[in-house]
Nanobody, 120 residues
Framework: VQLQASGGGLVQAGGSLRLSCAAS????????MGWFRQAPGKEREFVAS????????SYADSVKGRFTISRDNVKNTMYLQMNNLKPEETAVYYCAAGCYGSNSECYRAWGQGTLVTVSS
């Protein structure tokens, strides 16, 4: 599976962004996927995950109620709608495929990352 993340950018605190992750290649169709992020000087952390059929979703406690993960299996694309963003959420956001849940070691494929900068 090859992954291409996009949609990052600069946004003010309280603003919104929608990230996209396009999947292609063998086994891309209906593979479970997730979003992770890595802030400067910090370890990569789980953000959200979605099952292959889109029914199951899970979120980090810090983003529940503000972020929504979704997917369009016709387009083989996953999304992350981020609302009410906070400056501490400035990070490179990575999409990953092949697993459902928060364990990064479970995922088989990773995108290149897209930078989200939240200004105060």
């Amino acid at each position: 599976v090859q992954l291409q993340a996009s949609g990052g950018g600069l946004v003010q605190a309280g603003g919104s962004l929608r990230l996209s992750c396009a999947a292609s290649g063998r086994d891309a169709y209906r593979t479970p996927m997730g979003w992770f992020r890595q802030a400067p000087g910090k370890e990569r952390e789980f953000v959200a995950s979605i099952s292959g059929n889109g029914v199951g979703t899970s979120y980090a406690d810090s983003v529940k109620g503000r972020f929504t993960i979704s997917r369009d299996n016709v387009k083989n694309t996953m999304y992350l709608q981020m609302n009410n963003l906070k400056p501490e959420e400035t990070a490179v956001y990575y999409c990953a495929a092949g697993c459902y849940g928060s364990n990064s070691e479970c995922y088989r494929a990773w995108g290149q990352g897209t930078l989200v900068t939240v200004s105060s």
